[in-house]
Structure formats: C-alpha cells, structure tokens
C-alpha cells in the first residue's frame, strides 16, 4: 500500500532525513519509531503531500504522490499530531465540514459520519462543541475526521501524546480496531505505547532507518536481552554472588538489593534452560534458599538504543 524509495529531505545542508527505504502492506498497523527530532514528522507530511522532497519517490497503492498526488491523497487519511479541528463547532457538523471537503456524495455523507462516530465511540458528545471536549475526545474526533470516507491509509502523528493512562489504552483500542479495514502508520516516541499497538516497527535515527522489525522478531530481541532477577538466602552476599557464578561461566551476575536475610542479583545468561537447572539442583546442597526467581521486562526503550 506505501512504497518508500530513497526518499530524502535536506534543509540547505541539514539532513531531515536521508535515503529512507520501506514498504507498508494493506491491513496492517507500523509504527515509526524514534527519539525527538529523528525525522518522523518530516516523513510523515512527504507521505501526506505537505512537503517535496529532495529526493526519492514515495507512492500510495501503486500512485506516486507526487506525480499524482490527488489520487493518491484521496486513499489517505491524516491525523497530525495536534488535530485540525475547529472549537466553535459541534462534533457532527465539524465532521459534515470535513465530509464536504473529501467530496463525499450528499446521499452518503450522513451515514458515513455516524459509521466514524460509532467507531471512534462519540455518539453521547457528538452534539457539544469541540472546544468543550477534552484531550482525549478530541483525538478522537481527529481520528474520526481521519477515517470519515473509509481512507485505505491512514497515517497519525504522535496519536497518544498528552493522554492520561485511560485515554492512552482507549486510544490504543481503537487504532487496533482499524486493522484490516486500513494500513496504518503511527509516528511515536513513546515506544511502549507503540509496542501495544503495532505489527511491525521502523526504527529511524538521525533521518536514516536503521532496522524494521516484525512484532515476533521484537519479542525475540526484548527475550535475548530480558535477564532473570534471582532471591537468595543462607550465606552472605558475596557468598551468593560467587554461588550464581560458579553455576556457569558465561553468564553475567549483578547485585541488584541486599538486606540481613536476602539478597537479590541480576542474571543474564544465553542458556535460561541449564541456568534454571543448575540453580534448582545446586542450591539446596550448598545450604542456599531460593526466595524469588523472576524474569525482568525489557523495555522498549533498551531495545531502541541498542537497534540505533
């Protein structure tokens, strides 16, 4: 549905981005993924026709949009990150306002909008001004106008920042919901929101695309780095840090906590198998109790510095 070719963006001599290469197939949801300033705006408005770029070609469902940049804009839907919306206007005719811009046919266009309100759930606030909304409904509202006329694409920018926790998992269950219906790209840099939404991931850093990974490939990677936080008692810390090395000699043991009748450590092994073994058959001969033996999460975070 997107095709992405060497696509660059230079201000003078400062690089936006440079040499951008992806592709986005239909029904699935991307997220483009990177720290403040890497060039996802920047790839966002050339997908959307709001710049040309200095080079390179994106297209929309086979149509470049910049030699045909009405067809191709008429197959998508853009959500920026702060919605263009209009505050002294009720939700209904702010969407029959944006229905008559896409030229939605006039026997259609009511019904269009309440499919849009049913599924962006604004049906009880759909006669109040937007300006009385809160942040959270007015993404929706944004989200809305994005997919008023059934868009095959649709492409949000920063669609979570400045939600609260509720309004984030709301957000988030919705843009799920627009799987299959519509290939959507979301611009974040809140990566373990992004996590909980996407199926595949762009990480781009310093205006270049340093690695795309599937969601199954991004859980291999936060399982290579996740470590196993282990509780111990009966010895002395430096008794039980020596026990956990003397398990294995590749593997990496660091003390996280210790008090007078525990302490804790970090593990990191590529063997959890024979690790867990060891553990379990060594400890109760060498007068050692296990307390707590936990997986630790990996964040998102940890896993987008090391990919750039």
Known sequence: MIQV???S???GEKRA???LNFKLERGEIVGLL???GAGKTTTIRILTGFLIPSAGDASIDGKSIFDFPLEAKQKIGYLPE???LYEDLSIIDYLEFVGRIKKIPDDSIQSEIQKVIEKTNLKEVSEKLIGTLSLGYRKRVGIAQAILGNPEIVIMDEPISGLDPKQIVEIR??????AGDHTV??????LSEIYKTC???LFIHKGMLKQELSLNKLEEEMNRLAGWEVGLSGKSTSELKNFLLQLNSNMNVSELSSTAEEASFLVKTPDVKQFKESLFTNAISSGIQIESLKKQDVSLEQIFMEKI
């Open 5 to 7: 070719s060497n696509l």
């Open 34 to 36: 990177g720290l403040n």
């Open 82 to 84: 702060t919605p263009p």
């Open 185 to 190: 790209l979301i611009s974040s840099h809140i």
């Open 17 to 19: 981005i440079s040499g």
């Open 9 to 11: 963006k230079f201000y």
């Open 173 to 178: 269950n919705l843009i799920r919901s627009l």
């Open 199 to 201: 199926d595949k991931f």
